[in-house]
């Protein structure tokens, strides 16, 4: 149980166009989902936290028109990169967490290039 | 600010032995603790978690203990095989939102 998916796994695109991240929680209902960045050789880093139903909440230094959340249901999160530059590229990891409890479960994480 | 130091160097162990790494962290007082693993390329996966008033935690090869007065997390891994060789993070939580904050994460390289 406690299965996270991300679609796509990798993406490579120009700089200027917009890119959509899937995030979903497979097997439990996830009223919590974060999503994190992870750069090479360095931790993860929380960008945002999203409740179902309501406005994503955003980190500090973290631009909430550059990266859109929107988490519509119980099993769906979506992040999308506006305007992608190449400072975006980056490892972008989603979690999803069951109501009442305090543990993550990770998606496999989605890898972007922006050329 | 909040601070949670890993060891940045990797750990290299001989299989068999037990490895063990440390979460320090100050200015937090965290309601519960978490260890993950981390394989290159891919998401974390949750091993165990621990709560502020726990001192001890087992799942099988695995110990972590908690001390709330050294602010310090161990995380052992016992009769270490090549395969737990990745990296682990250790991850603090319990502020408002149930937010993580991770520290950097310890390689571990279990050689037979």
């Known amino acids: 149980g406690a299965v996270v998916s991300q679609h796509p796994s990798w993406v490579i695109c120009k700089s200027g166009t917009s890119v959509k991240i899937e995030c979903r929680s497979l097997?439990?209902?996830?009223?919590?989902m974060f999503w994190y960045r992870q750069f090479p050789k360095q931790s993860l880093m929380l960008m945002a936290t999203s409740n179902e139903g309501s406005k994503a909440t955003y980190e500090q230094g973290v631009e909430k028109d550059k990266f859109l959340i929107n988490h519509a249901s119980l099993t769906l999160s979506t992040l999308t990169v506006t305007s992608a530059h190449p400072e975006d590229s980056s490892f972008y990891i989603c979690?999803?967490?069951?109501?009442?409890?305090?543990?993550?479960?990770f998606g496999p994480g989605t890898r972007l290039l922006v050329l | 600010s909040q601070k949670i130091e890993q060891n940045s160097e990797a750990l290299n162990i001989q299989e068999g032995k037990t490895a063990t790494l440390t979460c320090n962290y100050t200015n937090y007082s965290p309601a519960y603790l978490q260890w993950y693993r981390q394989d290159p390329g891919r998401g974390p996966v949750f091993l165990l978690l621990i709560r502020e008033n726990e001192k001890e935690k087992r799942k099988e090869r695995l110990k972590v203990t908690f001390d709330t007065t050294l602010k310090q997390s161990l995380f052992h891994i016992t009769a270490s095989q090549p395969a737990d060789s990745a990296t682990y993070l250790c991850?603090?939580?319990?502020?408002?939102?149930?937010?993580?904050?991770f520290g950097g994460g310890t390689r571990v390289l279990v050689k037979p």
């Open positions: 097997d439990f209902q996830a009223t919590t």
């Open positions: 991850a603090l939580g319990g502020a408002a939102g149930n937010k993580l904050t």
């Open positions: 979690s999803a967490r069951h109501a009442g409890t305090e543990t993550q479960y």
